[in-house]
């Protein structure tokens, strides 16, 4: 029974994996990998738990939330809200900052392969730089603020299958942030020389209302989530933002550009399967398999491998989170487990925006493994920070 178990979680792994690589949809390879651990290893109970997982209120709220962040994206990017913010950064800032502030802010778009759109504006500003500094630029500051992006996709997740506040994991990801941004200042202190910043007045006048359809949602969910369930906040937050989105320009046929299914979809996959592993008990069996590692390192190092093998952070700790739940009993493991899934995605060479920067750029290898270098250091890093909180 117990070594059967475990072949057949193997089994929807490989075949979630494999979907994923040769599909390149998640959403499929969750759902075909639910169906072999529902018809081999849960049996008669499948049924039942499909049942519970599609009337269950979480999974449609959640579902709910993702499409409503590809709808707000959607919005601020046809309505020039990003453009005009970065138009008023560019006066402000220096080269180096503004290097950094591109991808940055561009990152919080969740769109796939989004990386693409950065990558001309730091190849445009960062001009005389080497195509492996251009690379690393555009790939690591594109994903520093989206790990502690409230409204990301990722995060929501994360923070709903542990059960920590939105405010909780914000706090222990923090330090980790920190030292994603001590990486990429040293990076660009090092190789991109020191240049003034541009005192255009038109360019560098920044208003506060493209910042508003974004602020405004974070602030609202940060602060409805001490007293509200996570999901609730973000279900209230979002179609404000979206309301915001709207009144500067907005129009209808942005709104339903930005109407997107995969994603949604790749949740309710996302809680079958996790209710399919904790139903087959082979959660259990894995974890006593490997009780001779420490937790902590089972943790960090479990994630950081199936996300490198995804390339995806939600379908990462979708996959994980039921074979973890157990050792994940707090804030501090949970931002622990979630840094190791996204680490792990971002060095993925899967990853659709490492894949596409690294095609625009065509920098020499040595670009991406110091990038892998950098990232396995912030991954060692994050778990010696762990220790000592």
């Given at each position: 029974?117990?070594?059967?178990?475990?072949?057949?979680?193997?089994?929807?792994?490989?075949?979630?994996?494999?979907?994923?690589?040769?599909?390149?949809?998640?959403?499929?390879?969750?759902?075909?990998?639910?169906?072999?651990?529902?018809?081999?290893?849960?049996?008669?109970?499948?049924?039942?738990?499909?049942?519970?997982?599609?009337?269950?209120?979480?999974?449609?709220?959640?579902?709910?939330?993702?499409?409503?962040?590809?709808?707000?994206?959607?919005?601020?990017?046809?309505?020039?809200?990003?453009?005009?913010?970065?138009?008023?950064?560019?006066?402000?800032?220096?080269?180096?900052?503004?290097?950094?502030?591109?991808?940055?802010?561009?990152?919080?778009?969740?769109?796939?392969?989004?990386?693409?759109?950065?990558?001309?504006?730091?190849?445009?500003?960062?001009?005389?730089?080497?195509?492996?500094?251009?690379?690393?630029?555009?790939?690591?500051?594109?994903?520093?603020?989206?790990?502690?992006?409230?409204?990301?996709?990722?995060?929501?997740?994360?923070?709903?299958?542990?059960?920590?506040?939105?405010?909780?994991?914000?706090?222990?990801?923090?330090?980790?942030?920190?030292?994603?941004?001590?990486?990429?200042?040293?990076?660009?202190?090092?190789?991109?020389?020191?240049?003034?910043?541009?005192?255009?007045?038109?360019?560098?006048?920044?208003?506060?209302?493209?910042?508003?359809?974004?602020?405004?949602?974070?602030?609202?969910?940060?602060?409805?989530?001490?007293?509200?369930?996570?999901?609730?906040?973000?279900?209230i937050a979002l179609p404000v933002g979206i309301g915001l989105a709207m009144l500067n320009n907005g129009k209808l046929s942005h709104l339903r550009e930005g109407v997107a299914f995969k994603l949604?979809?790749?949740?309710?996959?996302?809680?079958?399967?996790?209710?399919?592993?904790?139903?087959?008990?082979?959660?259990?069996?894995?974890?006593?398999?490997?009780?001779?590692?420490?937790?902590?390192?089972?943790?960090?190092?479990?994630?950081?491998?199936?996300?490198?093998?995804?390339?995806?952070?939600?379908?990462?700790?979708?996959?994980?989170?039921?074979?973890?739940?157990?050792?994940?009993?707090?804030?501090?493991?949970?931002?622990?487990?979630?840094?190791?899934?996204?680490?792990?995605?971002?060095?993925?060479?899967?990853?659709?925006?490492?894949?596409?920067?690294?095609?625009?750029?065509?920098?020499?290898?040595?670009?991406?493994?110091?990038?892998?270098?950098?990232?396995?250091?912030?991954?060692?890093?994050?778990?010696?920070?762990?220790?000592?909180?």
């Amino acid at each position: 029974m117990s070594s059967f178990t475990l072949a057949v979680l193997a089994v929807s792994f490989a075949t979630v994996v494999g979907l994923t690589i040769w599909k390149k949809n998640i959403a499929l390879g969750l759902f075909a990998g639910s169906l072999v651990m529902g018809i081999l290893a849960v049996r008669d109970l499948f049924l039942r738990v499909l049942a519970e997982t599609l009337i269950d209120p979480l999974t449609w709220s959640l579902a709910a939330i993702m499409l409503m962040i590809g709808m707000l994206a959607t919005l601020m990017k046809r309505n020039g809200q990003i453009k005009e913010i970065l138009l008023g950064l560019e006066g402000v800032l220096s080269k180096r900052a503004l290097l950094a502030s591109i991808p940055a802010i561009l990152g919080l778009l969740p769109v796939p392969g989004g990386a693409l759109i950065s990558a001309p504006l730091v190849k445009e500003k960062g001009e005389g730089l080497k195509a492996m500094d251009l690379f690393f630029i555009n790939i690591w500051f594109r994903h520093m603020l989206v790990l502690i992006f409230p409204i990301a996709s990722s995060f929501v997740l994360m923070s709903e299958l542990a059960g920590v506040s939105i405010y909780r994991l914000l706090l222990y990801l923090l330090p980790m942030t920190g030292v994603t941004l001590f990486i990429g200042a040293a990076y660009l202190i090092l190789r991109v020389g020191k240049s003034e910043k541009r005192n255009d007045r038109e360019r560098g006048r920044i208003g506060i209302l493209p910042f508003l359809p974004i602020a405004v949602p974070v602030a609202l969910s940060i602060g409805l989530s001490f007293i509200l369930p996570s999901y609730l906040a973000f279900l209230i937050a979002l179609p404000v933002g979206i309301g915001l989105a709207m009144l500067n320009n907005g129009k209808l046929s942005h709104l339903r550009e930005g109407v997107a299914f995969k994603l949604p979809l790749s949740i309710v996959g996302i809680f079958l399967f996790k209710n399919l592993v904790l139903a087959s008990g082979a959660a259990s069996e894995i974890l006593a398999l490997f009780s001779f590692v420490p937790p902590t390192l089972l943790v960090s190092l479990f994630p950081f491998i199936i996300g490198f093998l995804l390339g995806s952070a939600p379908g990462t700790i979708g996959l994980c989170y039921p074979v973890m739940a157990d050792l994940i009993d707090g804030a501090g493991v949970a931002a622990l487990f979630y840094i190791s899934s996204f680490l792990g995605y971002m060095i993925s060479p899967l990853h659709l925006c490492l894949a596409l920067t690294y095609e625009y750029y065509r920098p020499e290898f040595r670009g991406y493994l110091l990038f892998l270098a950098a990232s396995v250091a912030a991954a060692a890093i994050a778990n010696l920070i762990y220790y000592f909180m």
